[in-house]
C-alpha cells in the first residue's frame, strides 16, 4: 500500500521560510498528484494546494509545493511566514487500494 | 459557495451503530463530477478516508472497514449519511465530510467535523 509520511512538527520565527516534507512509500510520489491542507484549530480543513503545486483562488503566493522524484516526496514551503500559519497541515494523494491516503500531519509552530 | 455541516450524536455506545448526516449547499450530488466523501481523524492521530459516493451513486470504502461502513445520498434533501456498525473505542474520532474533486482527487470543501466519542 501506499503510504505518506510526514515530520511530527517543525518551528520556525515570523517571517521565515520553512519547508514540510511528504515522503511516499510503496509508490512513485509522482504517479498521482498530491494536495496539501490546511487545519487551523477549532476550523474546517482547506485546501492550500492540489495537483501538486497549484493554489486555489484566495491562497497566497507564499504557498509553494513541489515534487522530488529523486526523494519520492512532496513539499509545501512558506516563506515570509506569520503567526495566522500555525496549524496542522497534512498532505493526500491517491491510492489504487484505498482511493485517498493522507499523510501523518505536521504541527507548525510560528515563534 | 459550498457549505456542508455534519450532525449526528457526540456519544455512543461500544456495538451502538453510528449514523452522521452531512447535509451540503452550493452544489448538487446530481450534477455530473460530483462526489461527497467521509473522512475521520482520530485523537492524536491522521486523518483516515472511510467512504465516497458520486453523482451516479457509485459507493467506495476503506478496505479495512468496508464491512462496517454504508454511504447513501437523498438528493432532495442535499445530504449524504453515513453508517457505522459495531463502534469501539477506537473509533473515536472526529468525523468530516468533504466534498471530493474527481479529476484530481482533492478535496476542495470541508464541514467544520462532528465529534463522536465511543464509551459505555
Known amino acids: 500500500n501506499f503510504m505518506l509520511t510526514q515530520p511530527h512538527s517543525v518551528s520556525e520565527s515570523p517571517g521565515k521560510t520553512v519547508t514540510i516534507s511528504c515522503t511516499g512509500s510503496g509508490g512513485n510520489i509522482a504517479s498521482n498528484f498530491v494536495q496539501w491542507y490546511q487545519r487551523r484549530p477549532g476550523s474546517a480543513p482547506t485546501i492550500i494546494l492540489f495537483?501538486?503545486?497549484?493554489?486555489p483562488s484566495g491562497v497566497p503566493d507564499r504557498f509553494s509545493g513541489s515534487i522530488d522524484s529523486s526523494s519520492n516526496s512532496a513539499s509545501l514551503t512558506i516563506s515570509g511566514l506569520k503567526t495566522e500559519d500555525e496549524g496542522y497541515y497534512f498532505c493526500?494523494?491517491?491510492?489504487?487500494?484505498?482511493?485517498?491516503?493522507f499523510g501523518g500531519g505536521t504541527s507548525l509552530t510560528v515563534l | 459557495q459550498v457549505t456542508l455541516r455534519e450532525s449526528g450524536p457526540a456519544l455512543v455506545k461500544p456495538t451502538q451503530t453510528l449514523t452522521l448526516t452531512c447535509t451540503f449547499s452550493?452544489?448538487?450530488?446530481?450534477?455530473?463530477?460530483?462526489?461527497v466523501s467521509w473522512v475521520r481523524q482520530p485523537p492524536g492521530k491522521p486523518m483516515e478516508w472511510l467512504a465516497l459516493i458520486d453523482w451516479e451513486n457509485d459507493k467506495q470504502y476503506m478496505t479495512s472497514l468496508k464491512t462496517r461502513l454504508t454511504i447513501s445520498k437523498d438528493t432532495s434533501k442535499n445530504q449524504v449519511v453515513l453508517t457505522m456498525t459495531s463502534m469501539d473505542p477506537a473509533d473515536t474520532a472526529t468525523y468530516f465530510c468533504?466534498?471530493?474533486?474527481?479529476?484530481?482527487?482533492?478535496?476542495?470543501?470541508w464541514g467544520q467535523g462532528a465529534m463522536v466519542t465511543v464509551s459505555s
Open positions: 493526500q494523494s491517491y491510492d489504487s487500494n484505498d482511493l485517498v491516503v
Open positions: 495537483e501538486d503545486k497549484h493554489r
Open positions: 468533504a466534498r471530493l474533486n474527481l479529476r484530481s482527487w482533492y478535496f476542495d470543501s
Open positions: 452550493g452544489f448538487s450530488l446530481n450534477t455530473r463530477q460530483m462526489c
